[in-house]
Nanobody
């Protein structure tokens, strides 16, 4: 069964940086749009960033634009989220997600078919 595994979360001070990784178990994800979502305690899951299957097109939530960068390396079946200038409000569990191959990236979490288990990011003030 296809799997996504996140890593790279942790505790960082405000203003610091982290890089999250999402490793896919199958080559089929090379043709799949992928995204990062996050969920803070007591809040709904929200979109953070998405990337087309080729990596040519990226999308960002306004709250992270200019601070976060999404990228992917299809040769390694891995997607990344570089997070800079972190703020306490970025504290959340971060999830990577993938659509079925050939479908376009979207902001809606319920249109993604595959999910990782999540990785905790905590930003202290």
């Amino acid at each position: 069964q296809a799997q996504l595994v996140e890593s790279g979360g942790g505790l960082v001070q405000a203003g610091g940086s982290l890089r999250l990784s999402c490793a896919a178990s199958e080559r089929t994800f090379r043709s799949a749009a992928m995204a990062w979502f996050r969920q803070a305690p007591g809040k709904e899951r929200e979109f953070a960033a998405a990337i087309s299957w080729s990596g040519a097109t990226t999308y960002y939530a306004d709250s992270v634009k200019g601070r976060f960068t999404i990228s992917r390396d299809n040769a390694k079946n891995t997607m990344y989220l570089q997070m800079n200038s972190l703020k306490p409000e970025d504290t959340a569990v971060y999830y990577c997600a993938a659509r079925r191959p050939k479908y376009s990236a979207t902001y809606d979490w319920d249109e993604y078919d595959y999910w990782g288990q999540g990785t905790q990011v905590t930003v202290s003030s």
